[in-house]
């Protein structure tokens, strides 16, 4: 496969860790740890497309999300740093003493427009609106959308499982568990695995989208992929799992037992997991796997997102 270039922003490769907990041994491929400020796996994705902004000599960047959004906040971190303006279109409201990822994205000096959840859903049609008007003043626009989930994005996740493969034998690992949001992680993990013929499960756990809903996202990204970069690969859709009834109190929140599971993590490994993606990911992964005695078998993919948890601290202090 011809790669398209990318810019080098990720502290990479990132650790893959032995870890215990409960007494059990498991390994967790720390994605948490690609950088400070836009730690996580948005950065394998941003660096194809912020290269590809870049040779678009974009005067500015739009993308989308929640208010809590990793993705808009590593977006406006790595642009900051590229010195190209952002604007994010986020669903949520504004506040006079904004938490977490808002916090951090009004820092890096983002422009935000906020959007309730109706106009959200029209979201893509709003940028591209929005890139017209600027067109007609000969502004230059990049649009990322949601959760920089594209086929050029999902390429970062397809040189993951090359650098998995550096530090472990995948051929006797069952699977990969990682939270799914708008599917570009587990998509393009499932197209590295293929490309490298292994026999790999990826298990996605749905925190935003119906279980059918991502499961059609991740394999229409991944059919994309295939034919964009003319892979000569097929996607054997019984290696995608997806492992559903983990977010049923919705996306924005988190139950209590949750918590206390991530509390209890936290205090017996020194490892943050955050209430959108990584804790609800990690309960899936702690009852489907680690507690049957299959933690060795199925790696634990960190994907980041702990400024999230800033923003949901007091429900954290209630649960500790
Ligand atoms: C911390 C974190 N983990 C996991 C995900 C899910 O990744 P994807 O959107 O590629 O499914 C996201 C973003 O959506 C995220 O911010």
């Known amino acids: 496969m011809k790669t398209p270039k990318k810019l080098n922003l990720a502290n990479l490769p990132t650790p893959l860790e032995q870890v215990t907990y409960n007494g059990r041994k498991f390994f967790i491929k720390r994605d948490d740890y690609t950088g400070l400020d836009f730690s996580g796996n948005k950065i394998r994705k941003l660096e194809y497309l912020l290269h590809q902004a870049k040779q678009s000599r974009a005067d500015i960047i739009f993308t989308c999300g929640g208010e809590q959004s990793n993705h808009c906040r590593a977006t406006a971190s790595a642009a900051a740093r590229l010195r190209i303006k952002t604007r994010l279109f986020l669903w949520g409201k504004d506040s006079t003493n904004p938490e977490g990822n808002l916090f951090l994205s009004k820092l890096y000096g983002a422009e935000i427009s906020f ?140 139950t209590g037992n949750k918590l206390k599971l991530i509390n209890d993590f936290a205090r017996s490994t020194g490892i943050l997991l955050d209430p959108a993606y990584t804790g609800k990911a990690f309960c899936a992964y702690n009852e489907n796997f680690l507690t049957k005695g299959k933690g060795r078998k199925v790696i634990f993919l960190h994907t980041g997102g702990m400024f999230g948890a800033f923003a949901k601290r007091k429900k954290y202090v209630r649960n500790m």
């Open 115 to 254: 959007l309730n959840k109706k106009n959200y859903l029209n979201v893509n049609n709003i940028m591209i609106e929005e890139r017209e008007k600027l067109k007609k003043q000969n502004k230059n626009v990049y649009v990322i959308p949601e959760g920089g989930s594209t086929t050029l994005g999902i390429l970062g996740y397809i040189s993951f499982i090359d650098e998995l493969m550096i530090q472990t034998d995948l051929k006797k690992t069952e699977g990969i568990l990682c939270a799914a949001g708008t599917g570009g992680t587990a998509a393009g993990m499932l197209i590295g695995a293929a490309l490298n013929k292994l026999k790999l499960k990826v298990y996605a756990v749905n925190v935003l989208y119906s279980k059918e809903e991502i499961r059609r996202k991740i394999l229409y990204l991944t059919e994309g992929c295939i034919a964009d970069y003319k892979l000569n690969i097929s996607i054997d859709e019984s290696n995608l799992i997806i492992l559903d009834g983990y977010s049923n109190e919705g996306y924005k929140n988190i």
